[in-house]
């Protein structure tokens, strides 16, 4: 029988954290401000048909400029805990070496701030925003990259770490990877499946080196890191897509989980990968710091993948399978550039080394403005499957939400039904699995206001506030009345209500 606590459906356990998350380069501007120097972001959205609307973040939300009253609004929803990414070339505009300390003052005055609000900051340290200098030194694929960044924590760490209860170190490092070097979808637009395998591999080197310092010099600090996960399920009953859902689930989820959590590569993927290398980028003792000690995991679950075998006898060319070149957005033109290319060979450009001719398969069922199905069933399958298979860390949803066709009235105000079901739903599966004995302690919704959606530009709107870019003026949604309502009962409406 479910514990005391949890046996009314719609409440969750005492103590549940509720947020909201954000990212620095898509909410900041100033991006030339106040010595911040530039990032691979600033260089990728400059990039002409890089972003599909041909924006950039160098006005963003203004939050750099307005933190006081996104802190205020955020205290009116009644929120608790804010997540938000500190933005590494404010803090040391070359990539190594010398502090901007205007950049480290404004996350100084941005945590008095939210404290000062009774929100607890939760800051992750990289959010995808590399100096530039470090990409032209190579970037992820070059080891190098992994000790800097535990040189920025170091930094980070000790400007606010008296203040700081819950650290983390890499916002889905999926990402980073395999669309920013594999796919190009992302910055740097760099198209090549092994630099995204390198890549992926010094993300963690660097999350384990950050953990090591940081833990050296606070030995009680809570640590952790955010993976993108998600579920993944056959088109058919054929043995032939269980080998696509092996292949997928190996380089979507378990490419981070095994390392981190097991301190061990899967076997599985290391095959499908050994026509591309012969893996000298992986040293002897790089599992064990990969998979340094954690104290929690945050997951970012936002859909299902539904793969096929490839089709018999096609040859099926990566460039013709929307999903499998990294376009995970089959209603857009997916912003894929096509003239950032960095990498002189376009064949090896993959979202998914070695498996680019795993197919994705559209179903016939609800999906969000980003072209994604909605499947709350497979954020209590992630949860579970990470607890019974990988960890008995508390663990956190540090990102859940949706974008839809918002419309706006004469006033900006917007009613999204829509997202307010897709949370519902998703907080409902959240609950599931904390009845299953999962050991959820927190939930943030992406996010709390319409921003820079990487390569969407700001044609996709997540936001539980509305902005108007026009005049940065901020106009909660229905939903952010909703989710305040969620927080100070801390539960669902009654189904039905
Ligand atoms: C996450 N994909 O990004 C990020 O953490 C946020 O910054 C972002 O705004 C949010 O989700 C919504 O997109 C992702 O293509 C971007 O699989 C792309 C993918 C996954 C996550």
Not at 8 to 34: C, H, K, L, M, S
Not at 457 to 481: C, H, M, N, W
Request: aromatic share 10%; charged share 20%; with cysteine.
């Amino acid at each position: 029988a479910p514990a005391a606590q949890t046996s009314n459906a719609d409440t969750f356990p005492a103590g549940f954290r509720w947020g909201v998350a954000t990212a620095a380069y898509q909410i900041e501007g100033a991006a030339a401000e106040y010595g911040r120097g530039p990032s691979i972001w600033d260089t990728f959205s400059h990039t002409p048909g890089a972003i599909t609307d041909g924006s950039t973040g160098d006005v963003a939300c203004d939050h750099y400029h307005r933190f006081r009253d996104d802190v205020r609004l955020m205290a009116e929803m009644g929120i608790r805990s804010y997540r938000f990414s500190i933005s590494w070339p404010r803090v040391q505009p070359d990539g190594h070496g010398p502090v901007n300390t205007a950049g480290l003052d404004f996350y100084r005055e941005l945590v008095d701030e939210l404290l000062a609000h009774d929100i607890e900051p939760w800051p992750t340290l990289y959010h995808w925003d590399l100096p530039q200098p470090l990409e032209d030194a190579g970037g992820w694929p070059n080891r190098d990259t992994a000790p800097r960044f535990a040189e920025y924590a170091a930094i980070v760490h000790d400007a606010l770490g008296d203040r700081i209860g819950h650290w983390t170190t890499l916002n889905e490092p999926w990402c980073s990877a395999f669309l920013g070097y594999g796919a190009g979808e992302h910055a740097p637009g760099r198209r090549d499946g092994l630099s995204a395998v390198r890549a992926a591999h010094h993300l963690m080197l660097a999350h384990g080196q950050a953990c090591e310092v940081i833990r050296a010099a606070n030995s009680q600090v809570k640590l952790g890191v955010t993976l993108n996960l998600y579920a993944v399920s056959p088109a058919s009953a054929a043995p032939a897509d269980a080998d696509a859902v092996r292949r997928i689930d190996g380089l979507a989820n378990r490419i981070f989980l095994d390392p981190i959590l097991r301190g061990e590569y899967p076997a599985d993927v290391l095959d499908d990968l050994s026509p591309l290398t012969s893996f000298e980028h992986l040293h002897d003792d790089d599992l064990g710091i990969i998979s340094a000690p954690l104290s929690f995991l945050g997951i970012n679950y936002y859909s299902r993948y539904v793969v096929a075998a490839p089709e018999s006898g096609d040859g099926a060319r990566p460039s013709e399978n929307a999903r499998s070149s990294g376009d995970t957005s089959p209603s857009s033109d997916g912003g894929a550039p096509d003239n950032t290319t960095m990498s002189p060979d376009e064949a090896s450009a993959s979202a998914w080394p070695g498996s680019e001719t795993v197919r994705f398969v559209e179903r016939d069922v609800p999906v969000t403005a980003m072209g994604w199905e909605i499947d709350p069933v497979g954020l209590a399958e992630t949860l579970v499957r990470v607890h019974r298979e990988y960890t008995t860390l508390p663990l956190y949803v540090t990102e859940n939400g949706a974008a839809f066709d918002d419309v706006a009235d004469d006033h900006g105000t917007v009613d999204d039904p829509e997202r307010i079901a897709f949370i519902d739903a998703h907080l409902r599966a959240c609950h599931d699995a904390i009845d299953e004995g999962v050991p959820l302690r927190g939930y943030f919704a992406w996010t709390f206001m319409d921003n820079f959606e990487w390569a969407h530009g700001y044609t996709k709107r997540f936001g539980l506030v509305r902005v108007d870019f026009s005049d940065q003026r901020r106009i909660p949604k229905s939903s952010a009345e909703w989710y305040a309502g969620v927080i100070q009962r801390n539960g669902l409406p009654i189904m039905g209500s």
